[in-house]
Nanobody, 125 residues
């Protein structure tokens, strides 16, 4: 079965850290461009960190630069989003996505072949 499964969300205090995981089955993540998106209540889904499949360049939304980082474990076919210095405005449902196309930046939603189910991140004291 081809799918992306996310985990690692939860409740964290401002200034804290979380690491989200996105595990793939049925296909090899290393061959795909990866996007991490989030959607807060009443807002559109936004791309926060996106990795191209070809040159491996990374796009960061201005709001997360210096705080969020990407990593991968090819042996586990899993990618990660490390989130540090979390703020209340980071509260959202976070999604990972994989696209077979290439190019810098986050793509339109319909350009991603696979999406995870989403995981809730809540930053609150």
């Amino acid at each position: 079965q081809v799918q992306l499964v996310e985990s690692g969300g939860g409740l964290v205090q401002p200034g804290g850290s979380l690491r989200l995981s996105c595990a793939a089955s049925g296909f090899t993540l290393d061959y795909y461009a990866i996007g991490w998106f989030r959607q807060a209540p009443g807002k559109e889904r936004e791309g926060v960190l996106c990795i191209s499949s070809s040159e491996g360049s990374t796009y960061y939304a201005d709001s997360v630069k210096g705080r969020f980082a990407f990593s991968r474990d090819n042996a586990k076919n899993t990618v990660y989003l490390q989130m540090n210095s979390l703020k209340a405005e980071d509260t959202a449902v976070y999604y990972c996505a994989a696209a077979s196309r290439s190019g810098y930046g986050c793509y339109n939603r319909w350009e991603y072949d696979y999406w995870g189910q989403g995981t809730q991140v809540t930053v609150s004291s």
